[in-house]
C-alpha cells in the first residue's frame, strides 16, 4: 500500500529528475529509494530524527539504498523538519509523505513553510500527511496564501480519494484526511 502511494506522491511532482531532491522524514528511506530510482540524474538526500520508537536508522537507509541499486546517488542524515540543517534554496525539489502529524507540539504549517524554505526558486515540491483540520488549520486557506507570496501551481490532492479509493476505506487505517500538497516555487 505504501508503494502506492509513494508512487502517488511522485507522480504529482512536476521533477524533470535533474538536480537535488530532499525527502524530510524519510524513516527507512522507500521514498528516497523510490525517488532515486524514478529519475537516474536525481541526487537524493533523506533526513529523519529517526526516534527510537519507529526502529530506523541511518545504516538502514543507506542499506536498503545500496539493495535498489542507488546507494552512490542517496545519502542519508539525522535531522530535524523543525529547523532543517541546509542554506536556503539548496534543493530542486523536496517532498515528504506522513511526517508532520508525527511531530508533536509543531506548528505544521511552519512545519511546511521550513521545508519550502529550502526549495530553489522554480522548484517543485510534493508534500503529503494526514491533514487534520485540528492540526493543520485550513489548508486552503494556506494554499492560497503560498500563491499570494508567489508559489505558482500550488493545489491540495485528496490522497485518501486518490490512493485508497475512499475516504472510509483510508480513515480505517487512521489516514482519511490525506492531503498532498504540491506546487513550485
Request: glycine residues 12%.
Amino acid at each position: 500500500m505504501m508503494e502506492r502511494v509513494h508512487q502517488a506522491v511522485l507522480s504529482h511532482l512536476d521533477y524533470d529528475g535533474k538536480g537535488k531532491l530532499l525527502d524530510v522524514g524519510c524513516g527507512s528511506g522507500a521514498l528516497s529509494i523510490r525517488a532515486a530510482l524514478t529519475w537516474p540524474e536525481t541526487k537524493v538526500t533523506g533526513i529523519d530524527y529517526w526516534g527510537a520508537a519507529y526502529g530506523y536508522g541511518q545504516a538502514m537507509c543507506e542499506k536498503n539504498a545500496a539493495g535498489e541499486g542507488v546507494g552512490s546517488r542517496c545519502t542519508f542524515q539525522h535531522g530535524d523538519a523543525n529547523k532543517l540543517d541546509f542554506p536556503d534554496e539548496s534543493f530542486d525539489a523536496v517532498v515528504s509523505n506522513y511526517v508532520y502529524h508525527n511531530i508533536t507540539g509543531a506548528d505544521k504549517q511552519a512545519l511546511l513553510l521550513e521545508s519550502l524554505r529550502v526549495l530553489k526558486k522554480g522548484g517543485v515540491f510534493a508534500l503529503n500527511d494526514e491533514m487534520k483540520p485540528r492540526m493543520y488549520g485550513d489548508m486552503e486557506a494556506f494554499a492560497q496564501k503560498l500563491r499570494d507570496i508567489g508559489y505558482q501551481e500550488v493545489r491540495l490532492v485528496d490522497t485518501a480519494m486518490e490512493v485508497f479509493g475512499s475516504r472510509r476505506r483510508a480513515a480505517m487505517m487512521m489516514l482519511g484526511d490525506s492531503r498532498l500538497l504540491v506546487g513550485r516555487k
